[in-house]
């Protein structure tokens, strides 16, 4: 009975009700914070009311960046740009330094440099990283080459949600503005000539807070007070937003009709999450959401599902979705039986509105479907217009839309409706033991991960035979913690890029280090504080998973 009810829910999925959400959402700027937002949120708000869901709409401050205007001048002459959220707003005379080309703009390239006072010159779009380190290097600006002739609007600030006053001092400091292809390698050009044009940036960044809006609407499982799947999309965008994330935001209400029809049948409860300051706010409204209900989303949610940028024109590729490693058999089965694709499954990158793995809470998607391989380097697969003004109703095929949902009804469904949660920690143990035993191989007898390797083999067999929700999501409070952060529980770690296990990262880094010097014997104090923290970890899975 279970496969055929989601049978015939994914085939319900209807294509002519999503691209009337969709067209409806094409008719509003939804600037993080902003009247437009709200009036378009509060159609949501309708709909989930008439679906039979608890609605309620929450205010909150957020801290908020929306970019004005930009302008990036070249000796005598103005280039076509735009500047970035959290960039620093110029003075009115403009921000000018010496231009230094450092590449990617990677570790590297800033490494043995005196930037200070400097406009670096760096390729791609816009990234935390690079004005991460620029700000650090001492540099007052910051141009950035496009891939094409597009321009990209990004966030570039590090701080994972509203700035504390811990991480305040993590802001960016540099003027950003982003520049065309033609554009910045001209300027390239020049540089390698020996010239040194006389380059001025200009940008206004309307940065503070503001009260910014979340929508939560929600059915109860069973239990008032049981466990609930949390699904979440972000509802501000840059622009129109059809593609990122007007879609996505539909296929949120088809996903919540469909299920809610079905709800006697349900063995958990479900919670949508729309989220505001998603791309002005680097994560606000995710992060403050994880903030406020720390005790109950602990105690209660059992796994986040993300969506973001569904239907796109062109978009064929589905073996990319990321997925957490006791997830991955869920999202091969919902890809597989839906979309009639492979799925080779990967880790789930610091975006996405991913607030919840300091928690604990085990997680699936973000970006569903892609583009194929383009040469044009990207920083992602999600098509040209992501994130520009041509992000409009004409980027949307409807056939790929309908698709893209059916996976997320498979995949909601089964979350709601498995007589067990679909959590496979036994998949968790095995990428966990390809780690460590990679580890012990390049550490031999320096550092010891033989306990560790031990508790990830029980752990993958006490997890294959567990019949309980309740084990399944306190192991999950275990492990999801250790997997994906540095092991802050009640903090959000910066938006930069994290390895799986980052408490494994000192003995990585001791692997590489010559035996008997000052470094390795610094790394080796942090290395046992790492073992400590993931053997903790192994050590509370396991005995959850024994009940």
């Known amino acids: 009975m279970t496969d055929a009810m989601r049978n015939s829910l994914c085939k319900a999925v209807d294509g002519s009700i999503l691209m009337g959400h969709v067209r409806e959402l094409a008719r509003w700027v939804k600037l993080s914070g902003t009247p437009d937002e709200l009036q378009s949120l509060r159609y ?36 076509n740009s735009i500047t970035h959220s959290f960039s620093r707003s110029s003075p009115a005379s403009g921000v000018t330094g010496r231009l230094v080309y450092v590449g990617e703009g990677d570790k590297m390239d800033f490494e043995n440099r005196d930037l200070r006072g400097a406009i670096v010159l760096t390729e791609g779009i816009a990234s935390p990283g690079q004005a991460d380190r620029a ?86 499982g069973p239990e ?20 990122d994330n007007g879609a996505a935001n539909a296929t949120m209400l088809e996903v919540a009709r469909l299920t809610a029809r079905e709800r006697a049948r349900w063995r958990r409860g479900l919670r949508l999450c729309f989220w505001s300051g998603h791309s002005h706010g680097r994560y606000s ?46 999202a091969g089965d919902a890809i597989g039986e839906e979309a009639g694709s492979e799925y080779a499954g990967k880790r789930m990158s610091r975006s996405s ?56 009804v498979h995949t909601l469904w089964r979350l709601l ?50 019949h309980s929700d309740a084990a399944l999501i306190r192991a999950s ?22 390895p799986g296990w980052p408490v494994l990262d000192p003995l990585r880094k001791l692997a590489k280090m010559a035996p008997g010097t000052d470094s390795a014997r610094l790394l080796t104090v942090s290395a046992m504080r790492g073992r400590n923290r993931l053997a903790y970890a192994l050590r509370n899975a396991n005995e959850v998973l024994a009940v």
């Open 285 to 330: 409204g995710s992060t403050w959401y994880a903030d406020q209900n720390w005790d109950e989303l602990e105690r209660r949610c059992a796994v986040h599902v993300n969506v973001d940028s569904t239907g796109g024109i062109g978009a064929t590729v589905m073996k990319n979705a990321a997925a957490a490693p006791e997830l991955i058999g869920l």
């Open 417 to 466: 409706s498995d007589p067990v949660l679909p959590l496979d920690f036994a998949a968790h143990a095995n990428s966990l033991l390809d780690e460590l035993t990679a580890l012990r191989a390049s550490l031999g007898a320096r550092f010891s991960v033989d306990e560790l390797i031990a508790a990830a083999e029980r752990l993958k067999d006490k997890a294959a035979g567990v």
């Open 44 to 79: 949501f708000q309708e709909k989930l009311d008439e679906y039979g869901y608890r609605t309620r709409l929450i205010m909150h401050d957020a801290y908020i960046s929306l970019p004005g205007k930009a302008r990036v001048d070249v000796d005598n002459h103005t280039l």
């Open 224 to 243: 008032a007070d049981g466990p609930f799947i949390l699904f979440s999309g972000h509802h501000d965008t840059w622009y129109y937003g059809v593609m």
């Open 135 to 220: 700000s650090h290097a001492g540099a007052v600006g910051q141009i950035q080459i496009s891939p094409h002739e597009h321009l990209h609007e990004m966030c570039v600030s590090p701080v994972w949600g509203s700035p504390s006053a811990e991480t305040q001092s993590d802001l960016p400091t540099t003027v950003v503005c982003t520049v065309s292809n033609e554009d910045g390698s001209a300027l390239r050009e020049r540089l390698v000539r020996g010239e040194q044009p006389k380059v001025t940036l200009h940008a206004e960044v309307d940065t503070g807070w503001r009260q910014t809006p979340i929508l939560e609407a929600e059915i109860d």
């Open 353 to 408: 509105d991913q607030s919840f793995w300091g928690i604990g809470i085990s997680a699936m998607f973000g970006a569903l479907s892609e583009q194929p391989p383009a040469p044009v380097k990207m920083r992602n697969a999600l098509g040209w217009w992501w994130h520009t003004p041509h992000d409009l109703l004409d980027k949307i095929d409807e056939k790929n839309l309908v698709r893209d949902t059916r996976v997320f």
């Open 477 to 498: 409070r275990a492990l999801a913690p250790v997997y994906y952060t540095t092991g802050d529980r009640f903090a959000h770690d910066p938006a930069l890029p994290l």
